[in-house]
């Protein structure tokens, strides 16, 4: 069974930065796209950033500029780096991968939580 584990979440203060990372693992055929969604309470949930295995991202522009999306394609895992952080960046960070032909699968992480407050 495919899972995904995120990790880096913390408390930090405004201007400050986190690295979170997302392990993937089980049996996953034909990886396509990474990245990180995010979820405020009240909100809905919203895409952060995507890269594929060749390495094209995408971002929203909320981010840009301030976080970076990378992954390691060996070790099945993907990162962001969010430098800047701001209070509005607070939420649960999301981990998603999607795979096969067609991106037939789509799996989730449990989520790590991010807040941005002095």
């Known amino acids: 069974q495919v899972q995904l584990v995120e990790s880096g979440g913390g408390l930090v203060q405004p201007g400050g930065s986190l690295r979170l990372s997302c392990a993937a693992s089980?049996?996953?055929?034909?990886?396509?796209?990474m990245g990180w969604y995010r979820q405020a309470p009240g909100k809905q949930r919203e895409l952060v950033a995507t890269?594929?295995?060749?390495?094209?991202?995408n971002y929203a522009d909320s981010v840009k500029g301030r976080f970076t999306i990378s992954r390691d394609n060996a070790k099945k895992t993907v990162y962001l780096q969010t430098n800047g952080l701001k209070p509005e960046d607070t939420a649960v960070y999301y981990c998603n991968l999607r795979a096969g032909v067609g991106a037939q699968y789509n799996y989730w992480g449990q989520g790590t939580q991010v807040t941005v407050s002095s």
């Open positions: 890269i594929t295995t060749d390495g094209r991202t």
């Open positions: 089980g049996t996953i055929f034909n990886i396509l796209i």
